[in-house]
């Protein structure tokens, strides 16, 4: 083998390596699938008993295998016990699936206080990456001198007179004990007594 053969194989050997290496490198960077965030949630605290909350927990794309992560849920400013219950777990996503709720639970009272959070971290996850593991979770306080400071919903009592024919539409007042100091949402249902559905009214669930 002459000189200029040796060269010309050297240099096909060189590229074939490079070539090998690439490829190598890119299925790795393939093979880490989606990546994990938890969102914030912000709650009223309330007066009494326990509330559950619901904690979203996404993919950034549709799992196309089964995809794990651990979640623990521990105190900051509020207190474990006294404000929301500590707890940890395993969020499972199977294939076709992109989101899941973890349920927070926290434990409203009468006294004045500031606001409290609480956080919320990810770890230890399998077929994906954590891009956002930490978010927290806000309990705003409600109460001034004891007393809740959000208004009471009232829903109010009408009497149409039925006519002969047609649709009619009535309008029924729901009012709040005290002027709202940010946006307020209230379900409603409509349900049927004596009246038969389809045939003297429409029935039917909104938010107002």
């Known amino acids: 083998m002459n000189s200029r053969t040796r060269t010309a194989l050297a240099a096909l050997l060189a590229g074939a390596c490079c070539t090998a290496a690439i490829v190598t490198q890119s299925t790795s960077a393939g093979a880490i699938g989606p990546t994990i965030s938890v969102g914030d949630v912000t ?27 651990r979640y623990a849920i521990t105190g900051s400013s509020a207190t474990a016990g006294t404000d929301f219950q500590s ?14 709720l973890i349920t927070a639970v926290i434990y409203p009272d009468t006294a004045t206080e500031s606001d409290e959070l609480f956080n919320i971290g990810l770890s230890l996850p399998t077929g994906a990456t954590i891009a956002d593991g930490s ?18 919903a009232n829903i109010g009592t009408i009497e149409i007179t039925e006519a002969d024919g047609g ?20 379900r409603f249902a409509a349900t049927c007594s004596t009246a038969t559905l389809g045939s003297d009214s429409r029935c039917r669930r909104a938010a107002t």
Not at 135 to 152: K, N, Q, W
Not at 167 to 184: G, N, Q, Y
């Open 43 to 69: 709650v009223i605290e309330g007066d009494s008993g326990s509330t559950k909350i619901s904690v979203p927990i996404d993919l950034s794309t549709t799992a196309t295998a089964t995809a794990t992560v």
């Open 167 to 186: 649709i009619h539409t009535a309008r029924i007042p729901v009012t709040l004990s005290k002027p709202a100091t940010e946006k307020t949402v209230v």
């Open 87 to 100: 707890k940890s777990g395993t969020v499972t996503f199977a294939a076709g699936t992109s989101s899941k």
């Open 135 to 152: 978010a927290d979770v806000v309990i705003v306080d409600d109460d001034v001198d004891g007393v809740s400071s959000v208004p009471e």
